[in-house]
């Protein structure tokens, strides 16, 4: 793990898009193989300790206190329109930074397993799918190649999208305060 946190870059330096990283964690979720390059995380933690929080959209789990700081933790199978999987002793979650508007944010995700860091060579990644996979296309960055098997690599800035997870939330609260001012039938 500090041979990862070591490879990391300082938020502050901008990574263009020709150099992406070749080093990816690998996570499952469900039974599919996911990866997000290793300049985006962190670090890894064990999956407790998480508190709700009222009106937030379902694919946010709630907050947890990392160090003091507060870190909102997002599942991914929910975020992707999927049924949440079951928490296990496996489940992790992994700690990201992502793109904001003007500034970097932190934020934990709901993995069912981590699996290890891979070396993916660029010429091993496909471009996403137009089609065919269970996710939204603009969430995937490629497609990685690794021993004869296919790994979703994903864009966590789109994939994370804070705009987008807050347009969900409004929607979320919208809508259950439109169920509790309804009249109750008599």
Do not use: W
Not at 7 to 14: C, D, F, K
């Amino acid at each position: 793990m500090n041979a990862l946190l070591r490879t990391r870059q300082p938020a502050a330096v901008a990574t263009p898009a020709s150099a992406e990283p070749d080093q990816y964690l690998t996570f499952m979720l469900a039974d599919e193989q996911f990866a997000i390059g290793i300049l985006n995380i962190k670090e890894i933690i064990e999956y407790h300790g998480v508190t709700e929080v009222p009106m937030m959209p379902a694919c946010v789990r709630g907050v947890i206190n990392l160090r003091g700081a507060v870190v909102p933790v997002m599942d991914l199978q929910a975020r992707f329109g999927r049924p949440s999987s079951a928490t296990t002793k496996r489940t992790c979650v992994v700690i990201v930074e992502v793109a904001g508007a003007d500034e970097r944010h932190v934020i934990g995700l709901v993995v069912d397993a981590v699996n290890e860091v891979l070396d993916i060579a660029a010429s091993d990644i496909e471009p996403p799918p137009s089609f065919g996979a269970r996710i939204r296309s603009d969430f995937i960055h490629g497609v990685g190649k690794v021993r004869g098997k296919f790994v979703l690599l994903l864009d966590v800035d789109r994939a994370l999208s804070l705009d987008e997870i807050a347009e969900l939330g409004a929607a979320a609260a919208a809508e259950e305060a439109g169920q509790s001012n309804e009249p109750v039938a008599a």
